[in-house]
């Protein structure tokens, strides 16, 4: 597959941005080589500069499981674009969403619209710090939450590392009060809050991990989760920035029978437009400005044209359930690819909730970042270039979920599991 357009807006891109991107996990440095750019997307499909179609399975990372232009998606953003492009004051569309995410995920009595779900986790965190008086946080190696100072600590190996930051800029007094644990471990968990109980504000967690491939919690791990935090006063703030509306219209609070005491979403709350929420238990949402004394603020949230978005986006998956489809969809591509390896002989695990999936180049299956991290990224390298270059396109990295959506057909499954198989028979010995 020829890609001169790509490579030459990509060279440039170089010179004007970072890394040529605007966000490091879209620049290929798992895989190495050089990313593709995209002109225009439909439903399943994504056309890059060059003319080259692929069938998607990063969907923007997650938001359009709708599929791309999803028509009466697309419509609601032109009816709201003829009517303002912001106010900054309140508009009927809030309310609108707001009400929606409170119907879907019932955890939730009162939300806080922002931009970003790294802006939703880092004012979370914020409010449990104010709401409990308390300082620590714990977080779980192989989590992420976006770039939140704080939550950017080694995922180091060791059972509780107090936090040392991981990237340059982070203080270590910003993360000081950051504990790491390990996911799924559940005496881990005991022994941190025997020790620190009393300062604990919050424990955050990724209720279905997607950033280290898709690892699965274990009933007895949630359960310890809710338990020890209720125990000791601190807050759980479930961080379903990617897994809500995803894995459920309820997310995987619903899924799992879990009730948060905060619960953070991104992603597909903005239907592919950037909204983040966050929102809980109205007694501890009051806690925040001008209800309360915790501040956050912004500009553009709850904006007209990204809520009109959301909305369009919430009701279809409220009002046209895709999730038995997609579990369908699901289930054909995370057999068939797990089938395709073994095929070939190759060491593989798939884990997969609903439409989000990992095959991992691991013969364990992944219940931690250190199992996860034991993958072969080599191999997966070269699974997704050859994926690439036969028109199907992959997250970049073996530690990120892959996402089938509404729009995906079983042709579109199979063609992939062919393509697939291609790949790896050619693996050889
Ligand atoms: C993507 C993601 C975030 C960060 O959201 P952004 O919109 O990229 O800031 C936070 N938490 C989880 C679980 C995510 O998957």
Known sequence: MQRPKSHAIFSRAKELMPG????????????????????????????????????????SWGPMILGHQHPQVVAAVREAIEKAFSFGAPSPG????????????????????????????????RLARGYTGRDRIIKFAGNYHGHVDS???????????????????VTAGTTQDTIVCRYNDVANLEEVFTEHGSTIAGVIFEPIVGNMGTVVPTPDFLQTLRELTWKHGALLICDEVMTGFRVSAGGAQQLLDITPDITTLGKIVGGGMPIGAYGGRKEIMEHILPAGKVFQAGTLSGNPVATAAGIATLKLLRDQPPYEKLDQLGKLLGDGLLAAAHEA????????????????????????WDGASKSDTTRFARYFWGLLNRGVYMPCSQYEALFVSAAHTEADIQQTIDTAKEVLAGFGA
Do not use: H, W
């Open 20 to 59: 040529g991107v605007n966000s490091p996990a879209r620049a290929f440095g798992g895989v190495g080589g050089e990313p593709v750019v995209f002109e225009r997307a439909a439903g399943a499909y994504l056309f890059d500069v060059d003319g080259n179609q692929y069938i998607d399975y990063i969907g």
């Open 94 to 125: 809030e309310n609108e969403l707001c009400e929606l995410i409170c119907q879907l995920v019932p955890s939730i009595e009162m939300v806080r619209l922002v931009s970003s779900g790294t802006e939703a986790t880092m004012s979370a965190i």
């Open 345 to 368: 002989k190759i060491p593989a695990t798939l884990t997969r909730v609903g439409s989000m999936l990992t095959l991992f180049f691991n013969d364990m299956q992944p219940t931690d």
């Open 151 to 169: 939550l950017l600590v080694a995922a180091g190996s060791s059972a509780a590392t107090l936090g040392v930051p991981n990237s340059p800029g």
